[in-house]
């Protein structure tokens, strides 16, 4: 069975740090680039970085840039999302998806193949 499952999601205070981790099983990350999308109460789904399968490439929101960190390890078939200096407008559910890629692609937000189920991030005090 073809899945990707997110962890690492949990209650935080403003100003603290999580990191997320997307992990798949049965198949291999080599081939894709993976992207987080996080979807707030009451708005629409945004991508939040992504990560191109070589990790040359990389791409973030203007709401993630130098806060947050995508990096990836093709061994442990996993990606990461190190969140830092999180604020309440951070609260999400964070989704990671899979895009197959040509070796040199950059990384994308559409179209992605597979998505994983999400975990839950409250900044709250």
């Known amino acids: 069975q073809l899945q990707l499952v997110e962890s690492g999601g949990g209650l935080v205070q403003p100003g603290g740090s999580l990191r997320l981790s997307c992990a798949a099983s049965g198949f291999t990350l080599d081939y894709y680039g993976i992207a987080w999308f996080r979807q707030a109460p009451g708005k629409e789904r945004e991508g939040v970085s992504c990560i191109s399968r070589s990790a040359g490439d990389t791409n973030y929101a203007d709401s993630a840039k130098g806060r947050f960190t995508i990096s990836r390890d093709n061994a442990k078939n996993t990606v990461y999302l190190q969140m830092n200096s999180l604020s309440p407008e951070d609260t999400a559910v964070y989704y990671c998806?899979?895009?197959?890629?040509?070796?040199?692609?950059?990384?994308?937000?559409?179209?992605?193949?597979?998505w994983g189920k999400g975990t839950l991030v409250t900044v709250s005090s």
């Open positions: 998806a899979a895009k197959r890629l040509s070796r040199w692609s950059q990384c994308r937000f559409n179209d992605m193949d597979y």
